[in-house]
């Protein structure tokens, strides 16, 4: 009697890899409430049913190509000391490009957006509710800005119904702390004429920064049960046809205008340039540069608070 080798530990734990790994999958698109039971019973049935699948794969394919092991070594160069330093030598090279990846798209703009949340909620006024309005007179957002206290409410139909009664060329910025009410996927947005970005802690949550008839402009963040920082942008340019209704879905919820009640304001006369620069220097918004575009005369430079920033 032939004596099967018997299922190694190694196959389940990549069952189980496989099983997890599809279950965040499902989580990141469906929402973590069902984490709690999602996460053990992806393990579990990986171990259980892709393992021995895997094992029973990886047999098959040993008994259909018994000299494969022994090719791919030379082919690669492994039966040879420099062969096996090269291959080393690229496996570290890998594995510090990836951390330095990880660490400029993933673990820095994290970083930022907690210094962000935390700025946020230094210069908040915690008896208050509503988000804190800040006019500026030109479409680039680099005039002199003028405060306008503290709105809670985010329904414009008409032009003659933003603050300031200014008729055209302006952008608008409401700013404060958002108490999540809980944990999972939000959407952000509204309808809009002209042009819309929401932030949340320093990231771009929804946008629309170019100039259109009135269009539904949504974004989808996943934000934990808690304080982050709300920034809500709002740029017209011509003299009419400028409307905006804020919206938000919380989780399982319904769209409905964004609740003042989970609202604070930020204090009067808040500095807003150490925003913009925590956002350049952990990585929220990309450094700008100079740009050449062939039909608008040349060259012009950016400015960190213009556009999408």
Do not use: C
Request: charged share 20%; net charge positive; hydrophobic share 45%.
């Amino acid at each position: 009697m032939v004596k099967r080798p018997p299922l190694h530990p190694g196959w389940l734990a990549a069952g189980a890899a496989l099983g997890l790994a599809g279950q965040l999958n499902w989580l990141l698109l469906h929402g973590w409430s069902p984490a709690w039971w999602r996460l053990p019973a992806g393990l579990l049935g990986g171990a259980v049913f892709m393992g021995p699948l895997l094992w029973l794969g990886g047999r098959a394919l040993a008994r259909l190509a018994p000299g494969i092991r022994a090719t791919a070594r030379a082919l690669l160069g492994l039966d040879t000391r420099a062969g096996r330093r090269f291959w080393l030598g690229t496996g570290v090279v890998l594995l510090l490009a990836a951390g330095v990846w990880g660490w400029f798209l993933v673990g820095r703009p994290w970083v930022g957006g907690r210094l962000v949340r935390a700025y946020f909620l230094d210069h908040a006024l915690p008896d208050e509710h509503g988000l804190a309005t800040v006019f500026h007179p030109t479409p680039d957002g680099a005039g002199p800005a003028r405060e306008l206290g503290v709105a809670r409410s985010w329904s414009f139909p008409r032009r003659s119904d933003f603050p300031a009664g200014h008729s055209r060329g302006f952008v608008i910025r409401w700013l404060g702390v958002l108490q999540a009410p809980e944990t999972g996927f939000y959407r952000l947005g509204g309808v809009t004429d002209n042009e819309l970005v929401v932030l949340i802690d320093g990231r771009i949550a929804a946008a629309n920064w170019r100039e259109t008839a009135p269009r539904p402009v949504w974004g989808r963040v996943w934000l934990w049960a808690g304080p982050h920082a709300l920034e809500v942008r709002y740029r017209q340019l011509k003299e009419h046809h400028a409307t905006l209704r804020l919206l938000w879905q919380p989780p399982e919820g319904r769209e409905e205008p964004l609740p003042a009640r989970l609202l604070q304001p930020l204090r009067p006369g808040t500095a807003l340039g150490p925003i913009t620069r925590l956002r350049l220097r952990w990585g929220l918004i990309p450094r700008v540069g100079s740009t050449y575009p062939p039909f608008e005369g040349g060259r012009f430079w950016r400015l960190p608070w213009y556009g999408l920033h």
